[in-house]
């Protein structure tokens, strides 16, 4: 009667395994970084409340803030207000990103592009976005169209530039090899520049949605009706601090999520990339 060996687990199926160890050191990172994150929300409420209680310049107080949240979301004034902000943010930062990225690959790929688009693109860089709010109305009106304007230049002019940086940035070496191999113009701009470059067009989503959030209280200046922006100016004349601060944490917070979103894309569309 032949007698088999029991099966074996490979170093990487055991549970003691390089697998296994790299899934524990992972799971305990992301707790180790909740519970920071956790930690210094902590340090910051109460050092809030410690201001507040020491009566510096009027502060209103946590308790006070969440008060005023709780009135501006039962009247569904702070749900209409973060809806339309956040309207206009995305369609500014959607629109930019899309003719930013174009743009960028067209100024590192091909030199006469540069030579054409760089200085037009360097130019306007050196201009605030908010400069351009009295041009806009001038030639757009007081809609919401010259609102996503303003917002859709701070997110194409912050990502621009790192889109045109990553193609420049693409090593040559790589691009040399795939033409050895065979590989047509088209073929090297898909398979080699797109995903090198990757990461800073990612990045320069980020600084472009920072710009855009960044961008949204002046533009919002512009004859609006509604909108976070548009709230915390009308609290500004009646020195309402607790609705100014409710519009400043509901911006830091919806700014912040989309922050995350975009990093967990940056993660998942460059996990060839080693990370520390």
Do not use: C, H
């Amino acid at each position: 009667m032949a007698v088999t060996a029991p099966p074996t687990e490979s170093p990487a199926e055991s549970p003691t395994g390089p697998a296994a160890t790299a899934s524990r050191s992972s799971v305990r990172r992301v707790v180790r970084t909740l519970a920071l994150n956790l930690l210094a929300v902590a340090v910051g409420l109460a050092a809030w409340s410690l201001l507040a209680a020491a009566g510096v310049q009027g502060l209103p107080g946590p308790g006070e803030v969440a008060d005023r949240a709780g009135e501006l979301i039962a009247d569904g004034t702070l749900l209409d207000d973060a809806l339309a902000s956040l309207r206009r943010v995305l369609l500014g930062f959607a629109l930019g990103t899309l003719a930013a990225v174009p743009v960028g690959f067209l100024m590192g790929w091909y030199p006469t592009a540069r030579a054409l688009l760089e200085p037009y693109v360097q130019f306007f860089r050196t201009i605030p976005p908010l400069a351009l709010i009295p041009l806009a109305v001038v030639l757009l009106g007081i809609g919401e169209v010259p609102k996503v304007v303003v917002i859709f230049l701070a997110a194409f002019l912050s990502s621009v530039v790192a889109a045109f940086q990553g193609v420049l940035d693409v090593d040559a070496t790589l691009v040399n090899a795939a033409r050895v191999l065979g590989a047509n113009d088209r073929a090297i701009f898909l398979r080699v520049v797109v995903p090198a470059a990757a990461p800073f067009i990612l990045v320069g989503m980020r600084i472009g949605l920072g710009s855009a959030w960044g961008t949204l209280v002046a533009a919002e200046l512009i004859a609006a009706q509604e909108g976070l922006g548009f709230r915390m100016q009308q609290a500004e004349l009646y020195y309402d601090l607790p609705t100014i601060f409710v519009g400043l944490i509901t911006i830091g917070v919806l700014g912040l999520v989309m922050d995350r979103l975009l990093q967990l894309a940056e993660r998942r569309l460059t996990r060839w990339q080693e990370r520390r």
